[in-house]
């Protein structure tokens, strides 16, 4: 079975510090990840997926598939990036494996 | 554009009462998906549609939840009766075709069950 796991519930760091929010999954084959992230008082929204490699707000996330990781990073936090984040994974015409989520707070 | 269209946003409430959910979802988006996302948790597939026909289901309550998608547009969900541990937010999205397309998300309506 596919399993999506953040280990983090909460991630607190200051403005202009590096972040990195951990992603780890299981999947026997090749599935698709992304990363989602939620704002207060907005809906759920796409951020990147591992197949565009590119960067968004500054985030990138790199697929390593020998740890079964996709962790997403940012050199320079910024307060507004103070969200919820999803790791998730999809294989083929399947839908959605969310991980728990992480909260990440960036102080000023 | 108004994105997927959820209602109601807030719903209270008893055990054993019946409620609905609705879902519009993005215009000429085929594919349809309830999740349900319990507190402090990531969303978990209940339904899939791809147009009318619920493609993926296995993790849909049959005893009590039902959903339907009516000309492979708007879709319900009901629950009945409901029960104290059915208490989360319900979120629908919808992509244009398959899974692996970027889903986008309503804002979820939270149902508390009393």
């Known amino acids: 079975a596919q399993r999506v796991t953040q280990p983090e519930k909460l991630l607190s760091v200051f403005k202009g510090a590096p972040v990195e929010l951990k992603c780890n999954y299981s999947y026997s084959g090749s599935p698709e990840l992304f990363w989602y992230v939620q704002y207060s008082r907005q809906r759920l929204q796409l951020l990147l997926r591992h197949i565009s490699r590119e960067s968004i707000k500054g985030f990138t996330a790199d697929l390593n598939k020998g740890e079964t990781s996709f962790h997403l990073k940012k050199p320079f936090a910024q307060e507004e990036d103070s969200a919820m984040y999803y790791c998730a994974l999809s294989k083929g015409r399947r839908a959605l494996t969310f991980g728990s989520g992480t909260r990440l707070q960036v102080q000023p | 554009e108004a994105g997927v269209v959820q209602s109601p946003r807030y719903k209270i409430i008893e055990k054993k009462q019946p409620v609905a959910f609705w879902c519009n979802p993005i215009?000429?988006?085929?594919?349809l998906y309830w999740y349900r996302q319990n507190l402090g948790q990531g969303p978990e597939l209940l339904i899939r549609?791809?147009?009318?026909?619920?493609?993926?289901d296995s993790q849909l309550p049959k005893d009590r939840f039902s959903a339907e998608r009516l000309k492979g547009v708007d879709s319900t969900l009901k629950i009945q009766p409901a029960e104290l541990g059915d208490s989360a937010v319900y979120l629908c999205?919808?992509?244009?075709?398959?899974?692996?397309?970027?889903?986008?998300f309503g804002p979820g309506t939270r149902l508390t069950v009393l």
């Open positions: 999205a919808s992509s244009l075709v398959a899974s692996s397309d970027t889903q986008y």
């Open positions: 215009s000429g988006h085929n594919t």
């Open positions: 549609y791809e147009n009318e026909e619920a493609v993926d």
